[in-house]
C-alpha cells in the first residue's frame, strides 16, 4: 500500500464543473503538498498546508490531519487546469517527501 | 521570489556520452537541493540530496558514479549523467530549499533523451 494515495486517478469534467481531488496518507507528517505538472513536465507548487486551509484564486486546499486526508479543489474549472496534480507530504522528522502518483484532469471546453 | 531554473530543458546526446543539467536558485540562497527522475506516466522519485559544501546523499538503488552530483555555491547545483544510455532518458527535476523553511522550490525540469 502506498503511503500516499490519490484519488481519483483520472478525472474528465466539463469546463466551470467543481473539481476535488483528494490525498490520503498513512504517515505522521508535518506538512502536505500541492503540485501541479503540465504536459511539458513543468512543476509549480501551489500549496504548502499543514492545517486548516488556503486559497489561491480558483484554487483550494483543506488538510484534516487526524483523519489524514487532504483535498484540492478547482472552482470554475477551466481547459488550461488541465493538468496532473499532484500530492506530497513530509515526513515528521525531515524534509523528504513522499509523493502521490497524481490526478490526470482534463477539462473539455 | 523563490524561482529555480534548470538548463537546458531538454537535451539529447548519444549513448557512452555525459551530460550536464544545471539547477540554479535565482533569487535565494539554496542550502539544499534535491534531484528528482520521472519516468512517463510515473511518480517522481527522488534520487539524491545535496547540500551546499557537502557530499550528495545518494537514494538507494541510484549510482552515485554514474549521476554526479555537485553543489558547490548556495545557488548552483549540476547534475552529470555519465556514459549515458538510453535507459537514462528521462525527465529530471530539481528543486530547492533555503535554511530556516521545509519548503521546496521546483525547476522546470529538463527532458534527457540518449539515442
Known amino acids: 500500500k502506498n503511503e500516499v494515495e490519490q484519488s481519483p486517478q483520472n478525472l474528465t469534467a466539463q469546463e466551470g464543473e467543481f473539481i476535488t481531488i483528494n490525498c490520503s496518507y498513512s504517515v505522521g507528517i508535518s506538512a502536505l503538498h500541492w503540485l501541479q505538472q503540465h504536459p511539458g513536465g513543468g512543476i509549480v507548487s501551489l500549496f504548502m498546508?499543514?492545517?486548516?486551509?488556503k486559497k489561491h484564486g480558483r484554487l483550494i486546499a483543506t488538510i484534516n490531519i487526524q483523519e489524514k486526508h487532504s483535498s484540492l479543489h478547482i472552482t470554475a474549472s477551466h481547459p488550461r487546469d488541465s493538468a496532473v496534480y499532484i500530492c506530497?507530504?513530509?515526513?515528521?522528522?525531515?524534509?523528504?517527501?513522499?509523493w502521490g502518483a497524481g490526478t490526470k484532469l482534463i477539462i473539455k471546453p | 521570489g523563490a524561482v529555480v531554473s534548470q538548463h537546458p530543458s531538454w537535451v539529447i546526446c548519444k549513448s557512452g556520452t555525459s551530460v550536464k543539467i544545471e539547477c540554479r536558485s535565482l533569487d535565494f540562497q539554496a542550502t539544499t537541493m534535491f534531484w528528482y527522475r520521472q519516468f512517463p506516466k510515473q511518480s517522481l522519485m527522488l534520487m539524491a540530496t545535496?547540500?551546499?559544501?557537502?557530499?550528495?546523499?545518494?537514494e538507494q538503488g541510484v549510482e552515485k558514479d554514474k549521476f554526479l552530483i555537485n553543489h558547490a555555491s548556495l545557488t548552483l547545483s549540476t547534475l552529470t549523467v555519465t556514459s549515458a544510455h538510453p535507459e537514462d532518458s528521462s525527465f529530471y527535476i530539481c528543486s530547492a530549499r533555503t535554511s530556516g523553511t521545509y519548503e521546496q522550490y521546483f525547476g522546470p525540469g529538463t527532458r534527457l533523451t540518449v539515442t
Open positions: 506530497a507530504v513530509r515526513y515528521v522528522s525531515n524534509y523528504q517527501l513522499i
Open positions: 545535496s547540500n551546499e559544501g557537502s557530499k550528495a546523499t545518494y
Open positions: 498546508l499543514s492545517s486548516g486551509k
